[in-house]
């Protein structure tokens, strides 16, 4: 069977039989030791960490709910939840996430849950106070009252990769991972930028797809390139899919040792360097603080391995060509959702014709209706409210909520995403923003971003960030602007920007 058709725990096991010794997972961390998980490392140690699962009695099909911060145990969890056939679900859970944890433990029926073994870890402590250990690995809980097992990791010492299990039901039994190895999933929380936060259900053929849609144009150009992924593993692209895809190299933070926000662009950097990364997953501004440490020291420019960049996310604007020749050769900036995976891709390199907000032509063959507030289709490449039939690579449905997967489509099938934009005579979308940051103002319509792209270009304006006000009850756009060093308001004042 050809690759892209594999499970994910195939996948896992076609590179530990092609290059069993070759490093799969790399994760660096600023305060703590570099960890290498070879092929072999991966294959072994998340197929036994699946079977315990299913030693123990988890039930295949089941939700596994990953409390681990992104390290070697974390991507092990995820990995071997699908060996047993579960559902696996990361989760990010800080001081006072209880009520928070406790709604996503009861939504999804979650039967398992893998924590740290530190007791100053946030969700550790939450955890503590609404479970009742038992022997084993076994657990009740009165506030959530579907969970049965708790896996502790040994994350909390550096010198060794493991868990801790119960040795009695762990050696009781025989299973076969074989009837369980290509039926696993993945569930993520949605990112709460299109309201409150939700849990999706993706479905196989999209995340099998979402895997090699990305990757094919520089496959052939760098075969055996290492990829930098600054993404965290609870969101589709932190996902390792480059050493799925490829068999190569991925480097991620481990980050049971935080690096603090100011510090994270030169250790990225630098780990980039240090790694030979060809490629990385990284978003904009850390790209233009990679821009302004290779200005500042021409030397390093000798050293920098980076060839090819992909973000996603958010609407790039012009601004992106500045790391281009620099930072990197080309930057590929992707469009989609966690339910409608990645639907288009723009390659950007130095002579690339480029505005703002521009995402790109589609992965393959959507159908997609742009509609205004009346539900109507526009024509004529106006902007409006993207929709977009449903295919199976949409997600499976918002779990335990099927009246808001119903609400999510139109009577025809169309899903609305809640992004507004307009696509070009050539086919490439237009992606201008979230529809609830317009405002209509005397039968005209007005976009954040697109205000802050026309603002953006005034003399001496450093940044501009556009918000939601309201003004004797009116919605209003209010820009907040960071000027130059030496630049005063009343000099901007004098810019008048030209609407379309």
Same mark, same amino acid.
């Given at each position: 069977?050809?690759?892209?058709?594999?499970?994910?725990? =195939?996948?896992?096991?076609?590179?530990?039989?092609?290059?069993?010794?070759?490093?799969?997972?790399?994760?660096?961390?600023?305060?703590?030791?570099?960890?290498?998980?070879?092929?072999?490392?991966?294959?072994?140690?998340?197929?036994?960490?699946?079977?315990?699962?299913?030693?123990?009695?988890?039930?295949?099909?089941?939700?596994?709910?990953?409390?681990?911060?992104?390290?070697?145990?974390?991507?092990?969890?995820?990995?071997?939840?699908?060996?047993?056939?579960?559902?696996?679900?990361?989760?990010?859970?800080?001081?006072?996430?209880?009520?928070?944890? !406790?709604?996503?433990?009861?939504?999804?029926?979650?039967?398992?849950?893998? !924590?740290?073994?530190?007791?100053?870890?946030?969700?550790?402590?939450?955890?503590?106070?609404?479970?009742?250990?038992?022997?084993?690995?076994?657990?009740?809980?009165?506030?959530?009252?579907?969970?049965?097992?708790?896996?502790?990791?040994?994350?909390?010492?550096?010198?060794? %990769?493991?868990? #801790?299990?119960?040795?009695?039901?762990?050696?009781?039994?025989?299973?076969?991972?074989?009837?369980? #190895?290509?039926? +696993?999933? %993945?569930?993520?929380?949605?990112?709460?930028?299109?309201?409150?936060?939700?849990?999706?259900?993706?479905?196989?053929?999209?995340?099998?797809?979402?895997?090699?849609?990305?990757?094919?144009?520089?496959?052939?150009?760098?075969?055996?390139?290492?990829?930098?992924?600054?993404?965290?593993?609870?969101?589709?692209?932190? #996902?390792?899919?480059?050493?799925?895809?490829?068999?190569?190299?991925? @480097?991620?933070?481990?980050? =049971?040792?935080?690096?603090?926000?100011?510090?994270?662009?030169?250790?990225?950097?630098?780990?980039?360097?240090?790694?030979?990364?060809?490629?990385?997953?990284?978003?904009?501004?850390?790209?233009?603080?990679?821009?302004?440490?290779?200005?500042?020291?021409?030397?390093?420019?000798?050293?920098?391995?980076?060839? %090819?960049?992909?973000?996603?996310?958010?609407?790039?604007?012009?601004?992106?060509?500045?790391?281009?020749?620099?930072?990197?050769?080309?930057?590929?900036?992707?469009?989609?959702?966690?339910?409608?995976?990645?639907?288009?891709?723009?390659?950007?390199?130095?002579?690339?014709?480029?505005?703002?907000?521009?995402?790109?032509?589609?992965?393959?063959? @959507?159908?997609?209706? !742009?509609?205004?507030?009346?539900?109507?289709?526009?024509?004529?490449?106006?902007?409006?409210?993207?929709?977009?039939? =449903?295919?199976?690579?949409?997600?499976?449905?918002?779990?335990?909520?099927?009246?808001?997967?119903?609400?999510?489509?139109?009577?025809?099938?169309?899903?609305?995403?809640?992004?507004?934009?307009?696509?070009?005579?050539?086919?490439?979308?237009?992606?201008? +923003?979230?529809?609830?940051? #317009?405002?209509?103002?005397?039968?005209?319509?007005?976009?954040?971003?697109?205000?802050?792209?026309?603002?953006?270009?005034?003399?001496?304006?450093?940044? @501009?960030?556009?918000?939601?006000?309201?003004?004797?009850?009116?919605?209003?756009?209010?820009?907040?602007?960071?000027? =130059?060093?030496? @630049?005063?308001?009343?000099?901007?004042?004098?810019?008048?920007?030209?609407?379309?």
């Amino acid at each position: 069977m050809e690759l892209d058709k594999l499970s994910i725990p =195939r996948k896992v096991q076609h590179w530990a039989n092609k290059h069993p010794d070759d490093e799969a997972l790399v994760f660096v961390s600023k305060d703590g030791p570099r960890t290498a998980l070879t092929c072999a490392d991966v294959f072994n140690k998340s197929k036994v960490f699946g079977l315990h699962l299913l030693q123990l009695g988890v039930s295949p099909g089941s939700v596994v709910v990953n409390l681990l911060d992104d390290s070697p145990e974390a991507f092990l969890v995820f990995f071997g939840t699908q060996f047993a056939g579960c559902k696996s679900m990361k989760l990010i859970i800080g001081p006072g996430d209880d009520e928070f944890l !406790i709604h996503l433990l009861n939504s999804t029926n979650c039967q398992t849950i893998v !924590i740290s073994s530190d007791p100053e870890n946030a969700a550790t402590k939450i955890l503590s106070k609404l479970i009742h250990r038992m022997p084993g690995n076994k657990v009740t809980s009165n506030a959530i009252p579907s969970l049965k097992f708790v896996v502790d990791s040994k994350d909390i010492d550096v010198n060794q %990769v493991g868990f #801790i299990w119960d040795e009695e039901s762990i050696n009781s039994g025989s299973v076969d991972i074989e009837d369980t #190895i290509d039926n +696993g999933g %993945v569930l993520m929380a949605s990112s709460g930028t299109a309201g409150a936060i939700k849990i999706i259900e993706l479905s196989r053929q999209g995340l099998q797809t979402g895997m090699y849609i990305m990757f094919p144009c520089v496959m052939d150009e760098y075969p055996n390139s290492t990829m930098f992924n600054m993404r965290k593993l609870f969101w589709f692209l932190g #996902i390792p899919q480059w050493y799925l895809c490829t068999g190569n190299r991925s @480097v991620h933070i481990d980050n =049971r040792f935080p690096i603090p926000e100011d510090d994270l662009p030169k250790f990225v950097f630098d780990t980039i360097i240090n790694e030979s990364c060809e490629c990385a997953k990284l978003d904009p501004m850390t790209c233009s603080k990679f821009n302004y440490f290779l200005q500042s020291d021409h030397k390093l420019r000798n050293k920098w391995p980076l060839k %090819v960049v992909w973000t996603g996310g958010k609407p790039l604007t012009q601004s992106i060509k500045e790391v281009i020749g620099t930072v990197c050769h080309t930057f590929h900036n992707m469009y989609g959702s966690s339910e409608m995976n990645l639907l288009t891709m723009k390659k950007i390199e130095k002579d690339t014709e480029f505005e703002d907000f521009n995402s790109g032509s589609f992965f393959y063959d @959507v159908k997609m209706k !742009i509609i205004d507030e009346n539900l109507k289709e526009v024509t004529n490449g106006a902007s409006g409210h993207l929709t977009f039939q =449903r295919s199976p690579y949409f997600f499976v449905g918002y779990v335990g909520n099927e009246e808001l997967t119903k609400q999510s489509f139109s009577e025809d099938g169309y899903f609305f995403s809640k992004d507004y934009g307009r696509v070009k005579p050539n086919g490439e979308l237009i992606i201008q +923003g979230r529809t609830e940051d #317009i405002v209509s103002r005397d039968g005209n319509i007005y976009h954040a971003s697109q205000i802050e792209s026309l603002v953006r270009k005034a003399p001496g304006v450093y940044q @501009v960030t556009v918000i939601n006000v309201t003004v004797n009850q009116k919605e209003d756009l209010c820009a907040c602007i960071v000027p =130059r060093v030496g @630049v005063s308001v009343s000099e901007q004042d004098k810019y008048k920007p030209t609407w379309n």
